[in-house]
Nanobody, 124 residues
């Protein structure tokens, strides 16, 4: 049974930074492309970034490019999202998810289940 546990969210001022973590279990983590997604109040969940199973390749939504960095530690079954220069429009609940494959475009996939997410709130 797949379990995804996101953490690291909080309240920060605009221009600040946060580092999110997502610990995965129940999967062969190193075989999966992993991604981050977010859902703001009243909006649909949207893609943020994904990373290849090796960690060598990444892809970002235009809205976060240059400010966010996705990374992973396969030894710890964890994927990270370093968020710098945060903006009020980054306020959302952040989730991780993944699919088997070395570098799968998971930006538009529908997932059957999600973790609880972690709340990020950016004040202006």
């Amino acid at each position: 049974q797949v379990q995804l546990v996101e953490s690291g969210g909080g309240l920060v001022q605009a221009g600040g930074s946060l580092r999110l973590s997502c610990a995965a279990s129940g999967i062969i983590f190193s075989d999966n492309t992993m991604g981050w997604y977010r859902q703001a109040p009243g909006k649909q969940r949207e893609f943020v970034a994904y990373i290849s199973s090796s960690g060598f390749s990444t892809n970002y939504a235009d809205s976060v490019k240059g400010r966010f960095t996705i990374s992973r530690d396969n030894a710890k079954n964890t994927v990270f999202l370093q968020m710098n220069n945060l903006k009020p429009e980054d306020t959302a609940v952040y989730y991780c998810n993944g699919r088997p494959g070395r570098y799968v475009d998971i930006s538009k996939l529908q997932f059957a289940s999600w973790g609880q997410g972690t709340q990020v709130t950016v004040s202006s």
